[in-house]
């Protein structure tokens, strides 16, 4: 069974700091990994995914994820916070490249600081 | 081009009452999901048709749950009867392709239960 964790269920970093979100998954096959963002009264909007291939994903709005099977981990990064990003951050993981249901962590809810 | 939506946006029903969601997906596509979450847990899989079969069933919480795609384009979901648990949000999402498994959410609706 695959699963995910995501690490912190609130995150708070100043205007400008790094943006470091941390999720962990288990699968017993290769995993299609997500990044999704919830914006406050809006819809789910895929940040960035990895299937196959380079392990480092860039991602819309500055962010990216790495791929680390050996850590099974796909933390999300931003350089630089803006306070644009203050959102709910989800991490996922997908069983395989067919249409299929999507295995959610619990959250992680962003807060930027001025 | 319209992104997936979903109505109505908010709904406050007495325990014991009926209540249907609907789906509008992105045109074209034949996959639909439906997500749950509640009480800030995570999100987690419903359902998935394709086009108008019921493919994966596997999260519907109990037959107080019936979902329908009828023609394969909108899709409903029904609580019949509502329970205090049933209270959170609802996401529908819809995909096109088989490989990749990008799905596209909708804003969700927020059922709350009294």
Redesign the interface.
């Given at each position: 069974a695959q699963s995910?964790t995501q690490l912190g269920s609130h995150v708070s970093v100043s205007e400008g700091a790094l943006v470091l979100l941390r999720c962990n998954y288990s699968s017993s096959v290769p995993p299609?990994l997500f990044w999704?963002v919830q914006y406050p009264?809006?819809?789910?909007?895929?940040l960035l995914?990895y299937?196959t291939g380079a392990t480092l994903v860039k991602g819309i709005n500055g962010f990216e994820a790495e791929f680390k099977k050996s850590e099974t981990s796909f933390h999300l990064t931003k350089p630089s916070a803006h306070m644009s990003d203050a959102a709910e951050y989800?991490c996922a993981v997908?069983p395989?490249?067919?249409?299929?249901?999507?295995?959610?962590?619990?959250?992680t809810r962003l807060s930027i600081r001025p | 081009e319209a992104?997936?939506t979903q109505f109505p946006s908010h709904s406050v029903i007495e325990k014991g009452q009926t209540v249907t969601l609907r789906c509008d997906p992105i045109s074209g596509h034949d996959?639909l999901?439906w997500?749950r979450r509640v009480m800030?847990?995570?999100?987690?899989?419903l359902l998935?048709f394709?086009k108008e079969s019921k493919?994966?069933e596997s999260?519907m919480p109990n037959n107080r749950f019936l979902a329908e795609r009828t023609g394969g384009t909108y899709s409903t979901l029904k609580v019949q009867p509502a329970e205090l648990e049933d209270s959170g949000v609802y996401?529908c999402?819809s995909?096109q392709?088989?490989?990749?498994?990008?799905?596209?959410?909708?804003?969700?609706t927020r059922l709350t239960v009294l």
């Amino acid at each position: 069974a695959q699963s995910v964790t995501q690490l912190g269920s609130h995150v708070s970093v100043s205007e400008g700091a790094l943006v470091l979100l941390r999720c962990n998954y288990s699968s017993s096959v290769p995993p299609y990994l997500f990044w999704y963002v919830q914006y406050p009264n809006q819809g789910l909007q895929l940040l960035l995914k990895y299937t196959t291939g380079a392990t480092l994903v860039k991602g819309i709005n500055g962010f990216e994820a790495e791929f680390k099977k050996s850590e099974t981990s796909f933390h999300l990064t931003k350089p630089s916070a803006h306070m644009s990003d203050a959102a709910e951050y989800f991490c996922a993981v997908s069983p395989d490249s067919s249409a299929s249901k999507i295995i959610f962590g619990s959250g992680t809810r962003l807060s930027i600081r001025p | 081009e319209a992104g997936v939506t979903q109505f109505p946006s908010h709904s406050v029903i007495e325990k014991g009452q009926t209540v249907t969601l609907r789906c509008d997906p992105i045109s074209g596509h034949d996959n639909l999901y439906w997500y749950r979450r509640v009480m800030g847990k995570e999100i987690k899989f419903l359902l998935h048709f394709v086009k108008e079969s019921k493919q994966d069933e596997s999260g519907m919480p109990n037959n107080r749950f019936l979902a329908e795609r009828t023609g394969g384009t909108y899709s409903t979901l029904k609580v019949q009867p509502a329970e205090l648990e049933d209270s959170g949000v609802y996401f529908c999402a819809s995909s096109q392709r088989v490989w990749g498994n990008e799905q596209f959410f909708g804003p969700g609706t927020r059922l709350t239960v009294l």
